[in-house]
């Protein structure tokens, strides 16, 4: 009996072995970075880090990751190679020098299977609000009340369900009617009401919307109700409307809501007209997704002392100690387009990589690489961007 067990035992780990195996394949790949100010020992670092992030592209895994170069020098780099894949059994084969620039060309196993190198894809954790619904016309919704705060609280918990965000519910916030408006412009006046209440909120997308229509029309051999809701998405950090989506359907044999199934039940949810409702919500949700996971998780910073720097994101955003940021400096003069005078944003400048030296739940404390450049309040800082 003992020597079946060990038998098998050896059977089962060389199995694990060649799955691993089967997973998993060597490269030799080069990478190579600028010396700078004589500082050897940084541009070998960084060379092995490009090396690392050639490897990982081998394996079609996406790694986040943003340079800036100015007459072909390096000055600040930003990198998130933990999210998206692994290497193991790093090895330098050869190390030289051509001139100014150091080459590292390393050995290494990448995961082959692309799945298991991109299970993280959605990275850091964005903080998204959702604010209650404007109604058009109150007298439509009176069967179904409080849906102006239980349709958008609802949106957020699936929203939060499916993964990579941070919901804040403020639905005890209502746009004005000018943030509302169809028509407004890049220049809208809500601008400024939005960005202030992404400040407040401490997130970086806000969502709204308008219940345009939800009005009951009898027919000869039956009635409908319709369903015209409007979806919106901003930029907290700029006011701008990322997004706005309008749905319209009529309801085949829906009418008033029964008193005993409210909104948000699992009978309202199994009637003709929540079965259109729940349609909807997958819709928004995946529009929704397709708009903010486009963009970088964006930061504000919230203090900053000498080289310290605080900032609004902590273990629940996904933040790890080593994590680099890029950072930018906001100028407090806007962009503006010659024909109307309608604001675009404002100019931002990248200044300098942080380091991640310290996280708490909610908040994390990084080190700018150098001294000779200042953050404060209100600046930004972005991942993998």
């Known amino acids: 009996m003992k ?45 092995i880090q490009d090396a690392i992030r050639q490897a990982l592209l081998q394996t079609s895994a996406s790694v986040s990751t943003a340079s800036i170069v100015s007459s072909n020098v390096m000055i600040m780099d930003s990198t998130k190679i933990r999210a998206t894949g692994r290497v193991s059994n790093v090895v330098i084969i050869d190390e030289w020098r051509n001139e100014d620039e150091i080459h590292v060309l390393i ?107 939800m009005s009951v029309v009898n027919h000869l051999i039956g009635k409908s109700r319709l369903l015209s809701l409007e979806l919106q998405v901003f930029d907290g950090l700029t006011g701008t409307l990322l997004s706005r989506n309008a749905y319209n359907k009529n309801v085949n044999g829906a009418g008033l809501n029964d008193s005993d199934s409210p909104f948000g039940t699992r009978e309202f949810f199994n009637s003709n007209y929540g079965i259109a409702v729940d349609k909807l919500l997958s819709q928004q949700i995946t529009s929704i997704q397709s708009v903010i996971f486009k963009l970088p998780v964006t930061v504000r910073v919230v203090r900053s002392e000498g080289k310290r720097v605080y900032f609004d994101a902590g273990a629940i955003s996904l933040v790890h100690v080593g994590d680099m940021l890029m950072a930018y400096k906001v100028d407090s003069s806007p962009l503006v387009k010659m024909a109307n005078s309608s604001e675009f944003g404002f100019p931002e400048k990248p200044v300098a990589t942080v380091t991640v030296k310290k996280i708490q739940p909610l908040f994390s404390m990084g080190e700018l690489e150098t001294d000779k450049v200042t953050l404060k309040p209100g600046d930004l800082l972005r991942f993998g961007w």
């Open 3 to 47: 020597k079946l067990l060990l038998f098998s035992f050896f059977v089962l780990f060389s199995v694990c072995l060649s799955m691993q195996m089967a997973y998993s394949r060597t490269v030799e790949v080069e990478g190579s970075a600028v010396i700078t100010d004589g500082a050897v020992n940084k541009a070998r670092l960084q060379a």
């Open 107 to 213: 050995r290494a196993k990448v995961p082959e299977n692309i799945q298991q190198a991109t299970n993280t894809t959605k990275g850091y954790r964005r903080k998204l609000a959702v604010v209650q619904f404007h109604v058009v016309d109150r007298r439509e919704i009176q069967d179904l009340p409080n849906i102006e705060i239980e349709y958008p609280r609802r949106l957020l918990r699936r929203i939060e369900e499916n993964g990579g965000i941070i919901g804040i519910d403020a639905t005890n916030y209502l746009l004005n009617s000018k943030a509302q408006s169809l028509d407004h412009d890049a220049g809208h006046p809500g601008k400024e009401t939005i960005i202030n209440l992404a400040s407040t909120l401490g997130v970086q997308f806000i969502v709204s919307g308008i219940i345009r229509d």
